[in-house]
């Protein structure tokens, strides 16, 4: 099954490099209990595929929330590279509020 969604997915990417996806359905969770919810990462590692999430904003509540960028399988390099990018030109630099707890 791993193998023939593997397949799939190298047909989704075409003639694209990476894709571009919200990191999860949700800002970060308000604890450090969870992660958060693993919807949007669950394919990806199924299939071996890399990702790597970068800080995009704060939602209403100062909660961050994420981009994710999932690259060609064994495509690191380039996935890494674009990421740097996406930061620098993001800029992004604000803080959650930080709760005791």
Known sequence: TQHEFQ???ADV????DMLLTPSTDTTAPDNLQI???PLFQAPWS?????????PCGLAEDGLPAGLQLIGREF???R?????AWC???LSF?????LVDG
Not at 13 to 16: A, E, K, L, R
């Open 7 to 9: 397949d799939e997915l």
């Open 13 to 16: 990417f075409g003639d694209v």
């Open 35 to 37: 992660t958060g919810s």
């Open 46 to 54: 199924f299939a071996g595929f890399p990702t790597v999430t970068i």
């Open 75 to 77: 495509d690191e390099a």
């Open 79 to 83: 996935l890494l590279g674009a990421a």
């Open 87 to 89: 930061e620098r030109v």
């Open 93 to 97: 630099r604000d803080r959650p509020p």
